[in-house]
């Protein structure tokens, strides 16, 4: 299944970088620019930030759930569920499914921001009951080098490819009460101890700055704290 329409997505873009290789670097360089430089370090911001968003468009008290347990980091939310809109901003970097008009806009719903999940993965997840999506630098990679005009892309920038512009589709079942959950395979052992770090720095500051959150749990490798 297929309910956010990833596969045209994902042709869409790669038409894209057939017609202009300079477009995929272009995107290349501007999610690289996103992950080392506005959202470095803000992974927990940023997952915390879009809990409170979705919150607050559903109605509904907000509930996030930040656990670590061996080299996986999932963050798991209430409110409103993803949605083929918010696919489509997550992969394109340029739009936003946001509004300038819409009350809620000045927190996260997923966008630009989520690049910060790069800084500690290379295959990140969304699972919602709505569906799922999720980004391969792997498979980008791979369906990059079945485009002839990337070659010389490819091979000056290695792995360097733009990750979240290729969605595709991801199943799986979201912890109740939950209706979201961002799944974040970690890719070293500094990964995992940076986003340790990060995790052990939460506190109530967090529901300070995001009312549309009510409580916070942070568990690590078992060990549980609740914020409230």
């Known amino acids: 299944m297929d309910p956010f329409g990833t596969a045209a997505l994902r042709s869409r873009v790669l038409a894209a970088w057939a017609a202009s290789p300079a477009r995929f670097r272009e995107d ?14 803000r992974l ?4 915390a ?5 979705a919150a607050v468009r559903a109605g509904v008290p907000g509930r996030l759930l930040l656990r ?9 939310n209430t409110g409103a569920p993803l949605d083929a809109a918010g696919v489509e901003g997550l992969s394109t970097l340029r739009a936003s499914a946001k509004r300038d008009d819409d009350p809620v806009a000045t927190v996260g719903r997923f966008g630009v921001g989520f690049a910060a999940v790069l800084a500690v993965t290379d295959e990140p997840a ?47 079942e979201v912890p109740p009460p939950y209706d979201t959950v961002v799944v974040l395979r ?7 101890t940076a986003v340790a770090d990060l995790l ?3 506190g109530d500051a967090v ?22």
């Open 28 to 41: 290349a360089n501007a999610e690289d620019e996103l992950v080392r430089g506005a959202y470095r370090d």
């Open 44 to 47: 927990i911001v940023e997952l």
């Open 49 to 53: 930030q879009n809990a409170a968003d």
């Open 68 to 76: 670590l347990d061996s080299d996986v980091l999932t963050a798991a």
């Open 126 to 172: 969304i699972l919602s009951t709505a569906g799922g999506v999720r980004w391969s630098r792997s498979e980008v990679r791979a369906a990059a080098a079945g485009v002839p005009a990337l070659e010389p892309e490819l091979a000056r920038r290695g792995d360097a490819v733009p990750v979240l512009r290729l969605p595709y589709p991801a199943q799986g």
């Open 186 to 192: 970690l890719r070293d052992d500094l990964a995992r």
């Open 200 to 202: 052990a720095g939460v």
């Open 207 to 228: 529901l300070l700055a995001l009312p549309g959150l009510t409580d916070l749990v942070v568990e690590v490798d078992g060990a549980h704290r609740a914020i409230f």
